[in-house]
C-alpha cells in the first residue's frame, strides 16, 4: 500500500477486473466468497454497481429539470434504448446544445447517477474540460495522443465507460475528430470493443439559434411547449457544423452522422428560474414560509432577461441561482 493509494486502488481494479481467478483456482467456496464480498465493498465493472433505472431518470427529468420538454423526451429514450440492447452497433453519442444555465450539466449529472451507482464520483464515469484538460491549441497533437489511449484504457477496464466532454466547441477541431474512431461501428477497434461506451458532448454552439427559434414562437404567441424537435435539429446541426468560430466546425464526426442525437436546450424563462430557486431550497432544507418566499422573488428577480422591455429570458438561465441565494439567505 502506497502513501498515495494507488497501490491499493490497482489492487481494488485488479481485483474487478480478475472474475477469472474463479475458474483458475476451480470455482472454491473460499474464493467466491472473497469475491462476493470484495464486489459489495468496492466499486467494480459490474451489475451491482452498473445498472440503469429508467423510472428514477424519468422522474428525475419531471421534477428536477424544468422548461426542456424536447431535452427531456429525447434524454429518456436514447438512453433507455441503448440500455436496454445488449448488443448496440456503436457508443451512445448525445451532443447537447443551449446557452448558459439551461441544465447541459445538470442533465448529464442524472443520466450518471441513474446509471452508475457512485453516480459522478464513479470510477467509470470520466469528465473532461475543454479549458482545463486542453488549455494548449498548439499541442493538440500530444492532447490526441493521450485523449485515445486514455479513451482506450477506460472502455479496457469497462465496456460500459461514460465519457462527458464539457465546453466541447472550444476544443481544437482535430482533436474533437480524434474522438471519431471510438463511436464508429467497429466490432472491435485494436482489440477493444466501444460498443458499450456513451459519449456525452456539452456546448454552448448552437445555443444563439435555438433562443432565436425560441424567441420567434414567443413573438407569435405560440407556447413553447409547442416546439418539436424538428423545429430545431436541422437548423442546429447546420449551425454547429458551419460555425468557423467552433471546434465543430466540419467536424467528420458530424459529417459521418456519428451523433446519435443533437439535443436542444431552451433558454429558460421566469417561471422556470422560479422553479430552480424553489428546488435549490429545498434542497437545502429550508421550508417555505413568507421569508423565504420574499427571498426568492428578490433573487430570481434580480436577474437579468432579455428582451429587456419585455424580460421574457433569463440570460444566464439558473446558473446563478446557488450564488444568489448564499446571498439573499
Known amino acids: ?36 464480498v470484495f464486489y459489495h465493498f468496492h466499486e467494480c465493472c459490474r451489475p451491482e454497481w452498473i445498472s440503469f433505472n429508467r423510472t428514477a431518470l424519468e422522474a428525475d427529468l419531471e421534477s428536477k ?12 429514450k436514447a438512453v433507455n434504448g441503448f440500455m436496454k440492447n445488449k448488443y448496440p452497433k456503436k457508443p451512445l453519442v448525445l451532443s447537447l ?15 450518471a447517477e441513474n446509471i452508475y451507482k457512485e453516480g459522478m464520483e464513479s470510477r467509470f464515469v470520466h469528465v473532461f474540460t475543454s479549458t482545463l484538460h486542453f488549455p494548449h491549441p498548439s499541442q493538440y497533437l500530444t492532447y490526441k495522443s493521450q485523449l485515445q489511449q486514455w479513451i482506450k484504457g477506460n472502455v479496457s477496464k469497462c465496456e460500459r465507460s461514460m465519457f462527458i466532454f464539457d465546453e466541447m466547441d472550444k476544443m481544437h477541431p482535430d482533436l474533437i475528430d480524434s474522438i471519431k474512431p471510438h463511436l464508429e461501428y467497429y466490432d472491435k477497434l485494436d482489440g477493444v470493443s466501444y460498443r458499450k461506451a456513451i459519449f456525452i458532448f456539452l456546448s454552448n454552439a448552437g445555443g444563439d439559434s435555438i433562443t432565436r427559434t425560441a424567441l420567434n414562437f414567443w413573438e407569435d404567441g405560440r407556447k413553447r411547449e409547442e416546439m418539436e424537435l424538428k423545429d430545431l435539429e436541422t437548423m442546429l ?6 460555425n468557423n468560430q467552433s471546434g465543430f466546425f466540419h467536424a467528420s464526426l458530424i459529417d459521418k452522422n456519428l451523433v446519435d442525437f443533437f439535443v436542444p436546450f431552451l433558454p429558460l424563462e421566469y417561471s422556470h428560474v422560479v422553479q430552480c430557486a424553489l428546488a435549490e431550497m429545498k ?34 438561465g439558473c446558473k446563478t441561482i446557488v450564488s444568489k441565494l ?4
Not at 446544445?97 to 443520466?111: A, D, P, Q, Y
Not at 434542497?283 to 423565504?292: E, G, L, M, Q, S
Not at 448564499?326 to 439567505?329: A, E, F, G, M, V
Open 1 to 36: 500500500h502506497s502513501k498515495d493509494g494507488k497501490a491499493e486502488g490497482g489492487l481494488q481494479l485488479w481485483m474487478c477486473d480478475m472474475s477469472f481467478l474463479k475458474t483458475m483456482f476451480g470455482m472454491t467456496a473460499f474464493l467466491a466468497s472473497y469475491l462476493d
Open 65 to 76: 429539470l424544468f422548461g426542456q420538454h424536447i431535452a427531456s423526451s429525447i434524454i429518456l
Open 97 to 111: 446544445h443551449g446557452s448558459t444555465g439551461t441544465g447541459k450539466n445538470f442533465v448529464s449529472k442524472l443520466i
Open 237 to 242: 446541426t447546420l449551425a454547429v457544423f458551419n
Open 283 to 316: 434542497a437545502r432544507r429550508r421550508k417555505p414560509d413568507w421569508d423565504v418566499a420574499v427571498k426568492l422573488v428578490k433573487v430570481v428577480k434580480d436577474l437579468v432577461y432579455f428582451p429587456k422591455t419585455e424580460r421574457v429570458f433569463s440570460v444566464k
Open 326 to 329: 448564499d446571498y439573499y439567505t
